[in-house]
Nanobody
C-alpha cells in the first residue's frame, strides 16, 4: 500500500485543518489505517485509527473531542479542530492489515507509512 498525505500547513491557535491521505495499491481496501505525529525532539505519537470497513475507530485521549478520523473509498481524513501549539508536528498516515487501537499501538504495528505532512500551530 502506498500512502500520500496532504493538507498540512500553518494555522493559528483555535483553528482547524483537515489532513488527507490518499491510498493506492491492489488490496488497500482491506487495510486498517491511522495517523501518527512526531513533534521535534519527541517520539512518534499514535493518534487515531480506523478499521478497513470503517466500523471501528479509535482516537487517542490526547486529542479526543478535537480530532476525528474517517475514510472513504481510497481516502482517509483527519479533521483537526481547536488546534493548539502543542499539536505542531509532522503528521503521518499509516496502514496495516491488522487494526490496532489503544494506547499500546506502536509505529512497528503499521507496515505502510506516508512521507508526512507538517502542521504548525502558532500561538
Amino acid at each position: 500500500v502506498q500512502l500520500a498525505e496532504s493538507g498540512g500547513g500553518w494555522v493559528q491557535t483555535g483553528g482547524s485543518l483537515r489532513l488527507s491521505c490518499a491510498a493506492s495499491g491492489s488490496t488497500f481496501e482491506h487495510f486498517a489505517m491511522g495517523w501518527f505525529r512526531q513533534a521535534p525532539g519527541k517520539e512518534r505519537e499514535f493518534l487515531a485509527s480506523v478499521s478497513w470497513n470503517g466500523a471501528n475507530e479509535y482516537i487517542a485521549n490526547s486529542v479526543i473531542g478535537r480530532f476525528t478520523i474517517s475514510r472513504d473509498t481510497n481516502m482517509m481524513y483527519l479533521q483537526m479542530n481547536s488546534l493548539k501549539p502543542e499539536d505542531t508536528a509532522v503528521y503521518y498516515c499509516v496502514a496495516d492489515r491488522d487494526f490496532c487501537a489503544g494506547y499500546g499501538c506502536r509505529p512497528a504495528d503499521f507496515g505502510s507509512w506516508g512521507q508526512g505532512t507538517q502542521v504548525t500551530v502558532s500561538s
